[in-house]
């Protein structure tokens, strides 16, 4: 089946600094790609949408500038926390739609990242 | 706006019961509607789907029929196992599944 890999999977930095999330689907392309921020309640909340060449989607108050999302290659997503502050400490989860299956309604998630910002 | 509900875990229950997690839903036009389960450690996955009314979903001894005259989509399985212990959510699809809107989450916990 499809599988879509992350990486780090825990990554801890220091207030101030950047951090980068790779998204990457493994044995299909995806032209879509999704990143959610999971809360300690468990609910996921869609963060944007990433387009394969073209500018990401962001949802309703997400900001923009301070989480960088680019989508380079059919297979891989970065989404960057700039000057990352300890309430951006989350789990961070990307997704992927494989539109060449059966299924292209289906989203394909990845593992996730923790993030712990000190 | 579109929106899930779903029912508040945790959920305990002894191997071999019978288990119902629910599910409502408010939306516009004709969603599809999809069962993710996480297990501990790892990604959501797919566990089952259906995208029109009285579509049944069944993947692994789980059933979801989609009822568009209730707004549900009740998950159901006649006898869990240990390895079923996971967190259960239950999404819906809009937009051409551009974007899935998520239930909070049911933590299930079976015990042998």
């Known amino acids: 089946g499809a599988v879509v890999s992350q990486h780090p999977s825990w990554v801890i930095c220091k207030s101030g600094t950047s951090v980068k999330i790779e998204c990457r689907s493994l044995?299909?392309?995806?032209?879509?790609m999704f990143w959610y921020r999971q809360f300690p309640k468990q609910s996921l909340m869609l963060m944007a949408t990433?387009?394969?060449?073209?500018?990401?989607?962001?949802e309703q108050g997400v900001e923009k500038d301070k989480f960088l999302i680019n989508h380079a290659s059919l297979t891989l997503s970065t989404l960057t926390v700039t000057s990352a502050h300890p309430e951006d400490s989350s789990f961070y989860i990307c997704s992927a739609r494989d539109l060449s299956g059966g299924t292209p309604d289906t989203q394909y998630f990845g593992p996730g990242t923790r993030l712990t910002v000190l | 706006g579109d929106s899930v509900t779903q029912m508040e875990g945790p959920v305990t229950l002894s191997e071999e019961a019978f288990l119902t997690i629910n599910c409502t839903y408010t939306a516009t036009g004709y969603p599809s509607l999809f069962w993710y389960v996480q297990y501990p450690g790892e990604g959501l996955q797919l566990l089952l789907k259906?995208?029109?009314a009285d579509d049944k979903g069944s993947n692994k001894g789980f059933e979801a029929t989609y009822r568009k005259e209730t707004t549900s989509f009740h998950l159901e399985k006649g006898s869990v196992q240990v390895s079923d212990s996971a967190v259960y959510f239950c999404a819906l699809g809009t937009g051409n599944n551009r974007k899935l809107i998520w239930g909070l989450g049911t933590s299930l916990a079976v015990n042998p």
């Open positions: 044995d299909f392309q995806a032209t879509t």
């Open positions: 259906a995208t029109k």
């Open positions: 990433s387009n394969e060449g073209s500018k990401a989607t962001y």
